[in-house]
């Protein structure tokens, strides 16, 4: 298969993945919201060094090694959603505190790079979307060079979107019109991680190739 149809036939499914809401957007959109664009676009970083990895992880033929062991993929299931139900406890607990529009100290700045890697390497769904994606386009024949390009391009997709993202979602305006409202959207955040991460607990029952 020619390189370009390899590429094509990749990002076709991986770019709408990306768009489309789900545990990192909410992540890149809370940091950026709450704690201004230097954690958001912390969170984008960490968010696109876990995709990074699944997509490598992808590339070794991590979905041969899930469905040889259940077990695993059981383990990976259970434990992604239990830690993004941590996380929505924590968020749903949280005090109410000032709005950090310049960025906090370098603790915290760790913490959202940390944060935004966590929520990405604790969703069982980025492993179902890159083991599916790359098992269907990539084979024993496909060149290394590829492959690496193909990394690469998926770290910088996620890069570029949630840096969109983190800078509308920080931006003064947006700041201003929902800086009101910050602790709401900690709890919304909250909410939303605690959802996916039970059903992500409810689902760990069924095949995670279904």
Not at 116 to 127: C, H, Q, S, Y
Not at 169 to 179: D, E, K, Q
């Amino acid at each position: 298969m020619p390189p370009a149809v390899v590429l094509a036939s990749v990002f076709a499914i991986f770019i709408p993945a990306l768009i489309l809401p789900g545990p990192d957007f909410i992540a890149v959109v809370r940091s950026s919201m709450t704690r201004g664009t230097t954690a958001g676009l912390l969170t984008t970083l960490g968010v696109s060094t876990g995709l990074g990895i699944y997509a490598t992880l992808g590339l070794l033929g991590l979905s041969t090694v899930l469905i040889k062991f259940e077990w695993l993929a059981w383990s990976i299931r259970v434990a992604g959603g239990a830690y993004l139900i941590y996380l929505g406890v924590r968020l749903l607990l949280a005090k109410p505190e000032s709005m950090e529009i310049a960025g906090g100290g370098s603790g915290r700045q760790r913490n959202a790079f940390l944060f935004g890697l966590g929520v990405t390497l604790t969703n069982p769904k980025a492993i179902v979307l890159f083991a599916s994606v790359f098992a269907t386009s990539v084979t024993a024949s496909t060149p290394g060079w590829l492959m690496g390009l193909m990394v690469a391009l998926v770290v910088a997709s996620g890069v570029v979107w949630y840096t969109i993202v983190s800078l509308f979602m920080s931006s003064a305006p947006v700041i201003r019109s929902f800086g009101h409202v910050r602790h709401r959207i900690e709890r919304a955040a909250g909410a939303c991680f605690v959802l996916i991460g039970g059903r992500i607990l409810m689902d760990s029952r069924t095949p995670l190739t279904s």
